[in-house]
């Protein structure tokens, strides 16, 4: 009886870390903004930017894990490998007003470019 409450209080947690969990940091990005790739997370996860300018944005890898070894952004069609504990800097074209998601290969890494 115990086990099975254990496995399913697991399984709650893995659908919520998964699936549920959006973090609710929020910051603007500029020159020396660099987006953390540490824990599971990208941290901060939701970016602020200004519409109809390019922008380049920063991501730092310290996440030894595959899964963060490269950063998607699906609707601008860009896939970019990040080296471990080394800046990489992705250019980002103008961009419409809207919300860009960004993610890793399996979708467990997650954040939201937010173009205003």
Known sequence: MLINLLCIALIGFIIWWFWLYKPSNET???????????DGVYT???????????TEITFLRQDKSGCSAT??????????????DKPTTIALPALEKGEYLFHC?????KGMLIVE
Do not use: C, F, G, H
């Open 28 to 38: 603007k990005v500029d020159a020396s903004t660099s987006i953390l790739v540490k």
């Open 44 to 54: 901060p996860a939701r970016i602020k930017i200004a519409a109809n300018t390019p």
């Open 71 to 84: 950063v998607l952004l699906p609707d601008l069609e860009i896939s970019q490998d990040l080296a471990l």
């Open 105 to 109: 290969q399996m979708q467990m890494y």
